[in-house]
């Protein structure tokens, strides 16, 4: 590969997002090199200092890298002229107000239509564009119970339980970052942009994946399953010596080298056990009995026999140790950058890998504001232009 450009360097976003579903979907296209614009609200005059704010914790570093900021406000008429001539020469924009907001500042899909109809103009909400409650605001962990997760997560008895990272505003993110990229691909066939939505709540309810089918195909109420896997047993965590591993062994197959690997004929053997039905009616009773024979020997222990074996299982980590890992080290699953207040950080990589572009050195997040006289220079604006939006505090 001779040209080394990151893969979407000729598209230009227009980032209008905040807290986190919408920066994880721009997130995606920065990671890739598309030319990214954070548009933020200039702080008040006499606040600049306070604009930083959070800025400099590992969410926001990690979460805005790779993107360049302006600062523009849009409720003053000379900023909503300025944000329309930009949508003019640029290829996506990605908000996510609640959805009379955009509407009420006149920045919508249609009004940016009118002004680049090959504009892709991409938008997040907590409950989607439209029905009873799209005018509500939007928050993941309202999104986790409305959309089914928190009622099958947990143990039974236990109550709902939340996921351990924001899985909606992730998602949905992820989905509209897709969304982005299919109504690119087609713009090249059509000759025109599109308008590409999800939310919090449609994501939620995707990502329920095969638990959602068992309700829309089976007429099941899946219920929880703490540690056990709902249907496929057993699947689930056990207590070494020194810790817990996780092994996966359904199926006769798997079931067979487990027994073999425990050298537990007793279990092979005992009717209740013997098909994947059975084990899963027995879960419990089962799963007891497992647990004196884990009880004998080390997460290491088990690790390799069970491996060696070919059963899927593998330890628990802290978060520490995750990072140590040495596969996880091999996978080199975070990329440096280096910030001028910061210094050098470790930030996430993205998950994607691709034979043909080559691994992309990352940006620090920007401060607010750091690139405004830059951009707007680049989208054709001259020194008097911008000096005259200092003055009246657009910018």
């Known amino acids: 590969m001779t040209d080394h450009k990151p893969p979407l360097h000729r598209f230009t976003v227009l980032d209008l997002t905040r ?5 994880t979907c721009v997130r995606q296209l920065a990671d890739w090199g598309a030319n990214v614009i954070k548009i933020e609200i200039p702080p008040a005059p006499g606040k600049e200092g306070d604009a930083l704010g959070s800025r400099h914790n590992s969410d926001f570093q990690n979460l805005q890298r790779n993107k360049r900021s302006m600062t523009l406000n849009l409720k003053s008429e000379l900023g909503h002229a300025t944000f329309m001539r930009m949508v003019r020469q640029a290829d996506v924009v990605v908000e996510n107000y609640r959805p009379d907001v955009k509407n009420r500042l006149n920045i919508n899909y249609e009004a940016c239509r009118v002004e680049n109809p090959r504009i892709v103009y991409a938008s997040i909400s ?10 509500r605001p939007g928050f993941d962990q309202i999104a986790q119970g409305m959309g089914g997760l928190m009622w099958i997560t947990g143990f039974p008895g236990h109550g709902p339980l939340r996921v351990g990272v924001p899985i909606a505003d992730l998602a949905s993110g992820m989905y509209t970052a897709i969304g982005v990229l299919i109504a690119l691909l087609q713009r090249e066939e059509t000759g025109e942009g599109q308008w590409v939505h999800s939310s919090l709540l449609e994501a939620q309810i995707a990502m329920l ?5 068992r309700w829309t195909i089976d007429s099941h109420v899946p219920g929880q399953a703490g540690n056990d896997h709902p249907t496929s047993i057993p699947t689930g965590v056990f207590q070494t010596t020194d810790g817990y591993i996780n092994i996966a062994a359904s199926g006769g ?21 013997a098909n994947d039905g059975l084990r899963s009616q027995n879960r419990e009773a089962l799963n007891a009995e497992l647990q004196e024979y884990f009880s004998t020997r080390s ?6 026999a069970l491996n ?5 299982c593998g330890p628990i980590y802290r978060m520490d140790e995750m990072w140590s890992d040495p ?19 470790e930030v996430l990589r993205h998950a994607t890998n ?40 657009v910018v």
């Open 126 to 135: 907590g409950f989607g564009q439209e029905g009873p409650y799209s005018g």
């Open 299 to 304: 997460s290491d222990e088990w690790i390799e």
């Open 209 to 213: 994946d095969f638990q959602a089918a």
């Open 253 to 273: 197959t798997m079931w067979n080298r487990l027994c073999d690997v425990l050298d537990a004929d007793e279990l092979r053997n005992n009717p209740d056990y």
């Open 308 to 312: 060696d074996a070919g059963v899927p």
């Open 354 to 393: 691709m034979s043909g572009t080559p691994k992309m050195p990352y940006r620090p997040a920007p401060e607010i504001g750091e690139h405004t006289d830059e951009i707007l220079g680049e989208f054709g604006f001259a020194d008097d232009e911008i000096e005259r939006m200092r003055k009246e505090n």
């Open 327 to 345: 596969h996880v080290a091999h996978l080199d699953m975070s990329r440096p950058v280096d910030h001028p207040v910061l210094g050098q950080l």
């Open 19 to 23: 807290v986190r579903a919408g920066p």
